[in-house]
């Protein structure tokens, strides 16, 4: 319609909402096929832009972020796991209760090397939107001010459309390399695509903020209550999903794959 005021506000989110499904099918089919193909096009991908918390913060700080993994918790909602080295959590977290975007964090561990932190984070960032295009990301550093990010997409994929899609939401980023690869065919990739076959996401979530979280370590570095609050979800609920993850994991593991 060539009316401005043909959709109320109701439409107008309903509408949205659809789009950001069919965008998110789409990717996660384009991720699906990735992990089927032997040559994949690595993309390495540099963003200056301060509208990332990540690179703002380690810009401000002068401190390192690499990702350890990115656990979605539901449309907007993104659980990080990352790796902070020169600069302390506590002056993090305090640039984190001035952003409206970080809804939680918290420290997971600490070791001789820094700290593992978890931060609830409600947006964008330029590894979400490299995600919601496509591309699998591999490695994520941040540091200086700088985020330098890799990861795989089809071969056949528009790099464009992934570029500009990347620069629309941060528009101090570009692309600095890129090269067809072959990926080797590993025991443990098979593995990986029969157990995400068996896995609902709920579960892989639940598994993933559990394991990058501290529960399965020991000494705990978190209790079951820290990862379900996280999560946004009760603690049995939470207790559900990783019954039912640590079955399909263990059944994935055991079960011969000929029978």
């Not at 820094?114 to 490299?130: F, K, N």
């Not at 072959?182 to 979530?205: H, I, K, M, P």
Request: charge should be negative.
């Amino acid at each position: 319609t060539e009316h401005p005021a043909a959709f109320g506000d109701d439409e107008r989110a309903w509408l949205a909402t659809i789009g950001r499904q069919v965008g998110y099918a789409i990717a996660a089919i384009r991720r699906r096929n990735l992990l089927l193909s032997d040559r994949v096009t690595e993309l390495e991908v540099v963003c200056r832009d301060g509208r990332s918390f990540f690179v703002d913060v380690s810009r401000r700080l002068d401190c390192r972020f690499e990702l350890d993994s990115l656990v979605p918790i539901d449309e907007s909602t993104q659980l990080y796991y990352v790796r902070l080295e020169g600069a302390s959590p506590a002056d993090v977290f305090g640039l984190a209760d001035d952003e409206p975007g970080i809804e939680d964090c918290r420290l997971v561990e600490t070791d001789e090397d820094g700290w593992r932190i978890e931060l609830v984070v409600d947006g964008s960032c330029p590894i979400v939107t490299l995600t919601e295009y496509g591309v699998t990301v591999h490695e994520a550093v941040f540091e200086g001010g700088t985020a330098t990010i890799t990861g795989d997409c089809a071969i056949d994929a528009d790099i464009r459309t992934i570029v500009d899609g990347l620069r629309s939401a941060f528009p101090d980023s570009e692309l600095v390399g890129k090269r067809e690869t072959e990926r080797a065919v590993q025991t443990a990739r098979e593995f990986r695509e029969g157990l995400e076959d068996r896995l609902t996401d709920r579960q892989e979530a639940a598994l993933r903020a559990a394991y990058f979280g501290g529960y399965y370590d020991w000494p705990r570095e978190s209790t079951a209550e820290e990862v379900a609050d996280a999560m946004g979800v009760s603690s049995p609920t939470l207790h559900n999903h990783l019954r039912k993850g640590q079955h399909e994991l263990l059944r994935t593991f055991f079960d011969d794959p000929d029978e």
